[in-house]
T-cell receptor, first 115, second 118 residues
Framework: SQQGEEDPQALSIQEGENATMNCSYKTSINNLQWYRQNSGRGLVHLILIRSNEREKHSGRLRVTLDTSKKSSSLLITASRAADTASYFCATDDPYSGAGSYQLTFGKGTKLSVIP | GAVVSQHPSWVICKSGTSVKIECRSLDFQATTMFWYRQFPKQSLMLMATSNEGSKATYEQGVEKDKFLINHASLTLSTLTVTSAHPEDSSFYIC??????????????FGPGTRLLVL
């Protein structure tokens, strides 16, 4: 099965700065999603980008997708201390019986925003 | 929005005991639910796909006799860790896509259950 790989594994920035995280994957996808996870908690869905889309915005979030390079990036602008969390990309498997719902998660980027 | 709950949120048990974790979709029906496991500082790994009214589909390397899954209704799936051992200590998360919603690509995740086996 494919796996997303995020980089960097850890990122520490000052409040107000932008944070960029990257994700690469290996096989075809219908869509790619980004999730946030606060320490020891569940997942929060941030944004979904379809394979025919190149860029998507949601508030302070900007996601890009390059299917030719099999990569995506998540940009968080004007970061806040509350953005401190782990961020995961997740890709679906178009060939699984569960359609776009069976997800493969990347290893995640641990973001620390220093006040 | 749609909510998925898990119970319990925390469980500590002795080695050799069995632990049941429930995953419920609170305001929608889910014919399919997914169970993930997350070890500390690692990513989520899909364990199995739970199908209402039929057998679960397990990922490679996941022992079906150890991780029993029952999806008896459209709103409830249970994961039972049988004869739990310390290496089963992990964070277990379920997710559920809404049923009968064409074009609905996102799914809803439960808050997770942290299992500690002593």
């Amino acid at each position: 099965s494919q796996q997303g790989e995020e980089d960097p594994q850890a990122l520490s920035i000052q409040e107000g700065e932008n944070a960029t995280m990257n994700c690469s994957y290996k096989t075809s996808i219908n869509n790619l999603q980004w999730y946030r996870q606060n320490s020891g908690r569940g997942l929060v869905h941030l944004i979904l980008i379809r394979s025919n889309e190149r860029e998507k915005h949601s508030g302070r979030l900007r996601v890009t997708l390059d299917t030719s390079k099999k990569s995506s990036s998540l940009l968080i602008t004007a970061s806040r201390a509350a953005d401190t969390a782990s961020y995961f990309c997740a890709t679906d498997d178009p060939y699984s019986g569960a359609g776009s719902y069976q997800l493969t998660f990347g290893k995640g980027t641990k973001l620390s925003v220093i006040p | 929005g749609a909510v998925v709950s898990q119970h319990p949120s925390w469980v500590i048990c002795k080695s050799g005991t069995s632990v049941k974790i429930e995953c419920r979709s609170l305001d929608f029906q889910a014919t399919t639910m997914f169970w993930y496991r997350q070890f500390p500082k690692q990513s989520l790994m899909l364990m199995a796909t739970s199908n209402e009214g039929s057998k679960a589909t397990y990922e490679q390397g996941v022992e079906k006799d150890k991780f029993l899954i029952n999806h008896a209704s459209l709103t409830l799936s249970t994961l039972t860790v049988t004869s739990a051992h310390p290496e089963d200590s992990s964070f277990y998360i379920c997710s559920a896509p809404p049923h009968y919603q064409p074009g609905q690509e996102t799914q809803y995740f439960g808050p997770g259950t942290r299992l500690l086996v002593l």
